[in-house]
């Protein structure tokens, strides 16, 4: 019970720095610096301006100092990240596949969120998951690596075929994703993930055209799609390859 309650705490804290990230790096501000503030009145945020979750309910989402109105977002994002960290601790325990999970499904978090604001994927989110991962692979087998690398190479490629032919209709962040979702995934695992993230990005377009009354053609980020199918497969992945084959 203690370690749930750490990994769900540790989710939290995660969940909060996340926030910064998803708002500062599509502005190109620093992560760093300046420290925390309100982007209304400016004024330099406290400790007690920062307690993930609590902070929100007590200030009852306004800024202490000028009153302005905080997304309810910041919020959703500390408990959904807890809350990610929690299941993932049930799945994998405190292992180095933990460490690997939780590193993927923070990055995959804030850049569902980046690409959904802004249409973009961080190249600074892509490249600290790819050395991350790398290291991380590294430090558990020679064949783990190579297999991640062979997905990497999966995927990125797989996407850049996609992007060849649709004609700039897959962007090259979302290739650049699934290369990295292949090096965490593996071969074949990537395949599967990618497959998903075409099922549920079909589905969520035809139904967001159809209720919004939209063309087929207007563009939605796929760097959600990606994100949810990567941590379907890594979560379930051999569940859902069972439930597949038993269709038949």
């Known amino acids: 019970m203690y370690f749930m309650c750490l990994s769900f705490i540790l989710g939290l804290v995660i969940g909060s720095f996340l926030n910064v990230c998803i708002f500062?790096?599509?502005q190109g501000i620093s992560i760093v610096a300046p420290p925390s503030y309100c982007p209304k009145c400016n004024r330099r945020l406290g400790v007690l301006d920062l307690v993930p979750l609590l902070s929100y309910l007590f200030l009852k989402g306004q800024c202490r100092y000028c009153g302005d109105k905080i997304s309810p977002r910041y919020f959703l994002v500390e408990l959904f990240c807890g809350v990610g960290f929690f299941v993932l601790?049930?799945?994998?325990?405190?292992?180095?596949?933990?460490?690997?999970?939780?590193?993927l499904f923070s990055g995959l978090l804030a850049i569902s969120l980046i690409d959904y604001d802004h249409q973009l994927i961080p190249d600074q989110i892509?490249?600290?998951l790819l050395l991350a991962g790398i290291s991380l692979l590294a430090l558990q087998s020679r064949a783990v690596l190579v297999n991640g690398l062979l997905g990497a190479l999966v995927g990125f490629g797989a996407l850049f075929v996609v992007a060849v032919v649709s004609?700039?209709?897959?962007?090259?962040?979302?290739v650049k994703l699934a290369g990295?979702?292949?090096?965490?995934?593996?071969?074949?695992?990537?395949?599967?993930?990618?497959?998903?993230?075409?099922i549920i990005g079909s589905v969520i377009g035809l139904t967001w055209a159809a209720v919004k009354q939209k063309s087929l053609k207007t563009a939605l980020p796929?760097?959600?799609?990606?994100?949810?199918a990567a941590m379907l497969v890594l979560l379930w992945g051999q569940e859902i390859i069972s439930w597949y084959w038993n269709l038949f």
């Open 222 to 228: 796929f760097g959600p799609f990606l994100s949810v």
């Open 24 to 26: 500062r790096i599509p």
């Open 126 to 128: 892509n490249l600290v």
């Open 167 to 174: 004609k700039g209709g897959m962007g090259g962040g979302d």
């Open 89 to 103: 601790f049930l799945q994998f325990g405190f292992t180095l596949q933990y460490l690997l999970a939780t590193l």
């Open 180 to 198: 990295v979702l292949g090096l965490y995934l593996g071969w074949p695992n990537i395949l599967m993930a990618l497959f998903l993230s075409f």
